[in-house]
């Protein structure tokens, strides 16, 4: 069943009338009619409705079923180095198949890419929109959060936010590695319920930065002998705690 992100809540009832953009696809594009189903999730949980009329409004109703969710039992936040290009596009859209929680950029010492105040707002809608896209077709009950892009000093101060905190480093790559599935283990044992991942842009994360974030409780890992893209590694990290908690 096709699902749609809906933020008007039901107020009790079990009707609700659907407009915008959500409306027009499932008139429209999905050419629905009365009488098919549809997943409305609205604050979390995912509704099983009957379609009552279509047009440029849409009236739905429950069906007394829901969807059980799809979410991660542990949530899972990404902070990236700005990237160059379409690359936080790619991470939003395949992050939130994965699993994401939310992604947050940060401006990095080896940033390259600049980030334009006067089309922030534009830039985080369209980061919003593909991500709730991509919730929708892998049927999540959330829509990650996309945060506006934070300097240095605000990521570190984000840190006492979370029970544990990981920063992607190369070098310990190069270096004797503890197997990053130990080190998940740990987090899983410990029952932690919120974790920050972060990664560096292309050039990686300078090792002042590593050190900075050390001080201020992050764990260094290694993600295997193969040093990881930019929009590579935090697929990489979604995909494997996924495999450990789910």
């Avoid at 499932?26 to 009329?53: E, H, Q, W």
């Avoid at 409004?57 to 290009?85: F, R």
């Avoid at 283990?185 to 842009?201: A, C, M, R, T």
């Amino acid at each position: 069943m096709q699902r749609y992100f809906i933020n008007e809540p039901f107020n009790g009832q079990k009707q609700i009338t659907i407009v915008g953009e959500p409306a027009h696809h499932i008139t429209k594009v999905m050419r629905m009619k009365k009488g098919d189903r549809i997943v409305v999730v609205n604050d979390g949980t995912a509704y099983v409705c009957s379609i009552l009329s279509v047009g440029q409004e849409v009236v739905a109703e429950q069906t007394g079923e829901t969807v059980p969710s799809t979410e991660m039992p542990v949530q899972v936040d990404i902070a990236c180095g700005l990237p160059k290009g379409d690359k936080l596009e790619f991470i939003a859209q395949k992050g939130t198949e994965l699993g994401m929680h939310a992604l947050i950029p940060f401006v990095a010492e080896r940033s390259i890419a600049k980030w334009d105040e006067k089309k922030s707002g534009r830039k985080i809608e369209r980061l919003s929109k593909i991500a709730q896209e991509a919730a929708e077709q892998s049927q999540r009950t959330f829509v990650p959060l996309i945060s506006p892009p934070l300097s240095f000093r605000q990521l570190l101060e984000s840190f006492s936010s979370y029970d544990a905190v990981f920063v992607a480093d190369e070098e310990e790559a190069k270096g004797k590695r503890t197997r990053f599935a130990e080190q998940l283990k740990k987090v899983y044992d410990s029952e932690s319920k919120s974790i920050l991942f972060i990664f560096g842009p292309e050039g990686g994360i300078s090792r002042k930065e590593i050190e900075a974030m050390k001080e201020h409780g992050a764990m260094p890992v290694a993600l295997g002998p193969r040093i990881l893209r930019a929009e590579t590694a935090p697929l990489y990290v979604l995909s494997a705690i996924s495999y450990e908690f789910e």
